[in-house]
């Protein structure tokens, strides 16, 4: 399953997923937002932007938005929603962008990294995302916090949404969270997997800066929180790409 990205997110994924929608969005973005010095007007890359949630909550807040995502799945259902005309949705894996100083801003949200097995395959991303930037640019980078979700991890659980019964199991194999999940729909059953590998602070602070980056605040939850590694449920980053040289 090391390509589990390229299946995973279907229509199955939308389901699943359907309680991360545009309200919880705002609530994300909102207070994270107000530390990134930004204005209307502005270019942003959502990379990994799924079907469009955040790319439309800056869409509302005056940037010119571009949404990247591997998922056809995933795009054509953005495309179906608010300010779809406004948004430039591209598809993309992540580790092939030849975006150079096209942004004033790109976001990583929802713990779309750490999705390959090879650290360097990994730093790509990071890589990535500082090139599309302008200088002085922002990064936005919002990943799980691995000591909490070590001490917090949940084997098992059970729903059912849309008819459907959703089986989920965790745990955690060789530095890397996997979930397997089940799909039962009128006798069938749909079987996928997701695995992200986990990546502590000091681990990713040393990504970040070899890639180019200036780590301006490490928070660990959407309201700005301070970073605890025991506490917190989040580990998030402001970083920005600044002249060469200056630090």
Not at 22 to 48: I, N, R, W
Not at 84 to 99: F, N, P, Q, T
Not at 110 to 130: I, R
Not at 171 to 186: A, G, Q, Y
Request: glycine share 4%; net charge neutral.
């Amino acid at each position: 399953m090391e390509n589990w990205y390229k299946e995973h997110f279907n229509e199955d994924y939308l389901r699943i997923y359907k309680h991360r929608n545009d309200d919880l969005a705002h609530k994300e973005l909102t207070q994270l937002m107000k530390f990134v010095p930004t204005m209307k007007g502005q270019s942003l890359l959502d990379l990994c932007c799924g079907n469009g949630r955040h790319s439309r909550w800056f869409a509302k807040q005056g940037f010119h938005v571009t949404g990247v995502d591997l998922s056809p799945t995933l795009l054509n259902e953005a495309q179906k929603k608010e300010y779809a005309k406004d948004i430039h949705y591209v598809r993309s894996d992540m580790r092939e962008l030849y975006y150079k100083d096209d942004f004033d801003v790109v976001v990583n949200l929802f713990t779309s990294f750490g999705y390959f097995k090879e650290d360097e395959q990994n730093k790509k991303v990071l890589a990535n995302a500082y090139h599309a930037l302008k200088t002085n640019g922002y990064f936005v980078f919002d990943y799980l916090n691995p000591s909490f979700l070590e001490n917090h991890l949940v084997p098992f659980s059970k729903d059912v949404i849309d008819d459907l019964s959703i089986l989920q199991y965790r745990m955690i194999i060789n530095n890397t969270v996997v979930k397997k999940i089940k799909v039962e729909d009128n006798g069938a059953l749909r079987e996928y997997e997701e695995r992200v590998k986990l990546y502590e602070r000091q681990k990713l602070d040393a990504m970040l800066e070899e890639v180019g980056f200036t780590i301006l605040h490490t928070f660990g939850d959407y309201d700005g929180s301070r970073y605890e590694r025991n506490v917190s449920p989040r580990l998030i980053y402001v970083c920005q790409k600044r002249r060469i040289g200056e630090r």
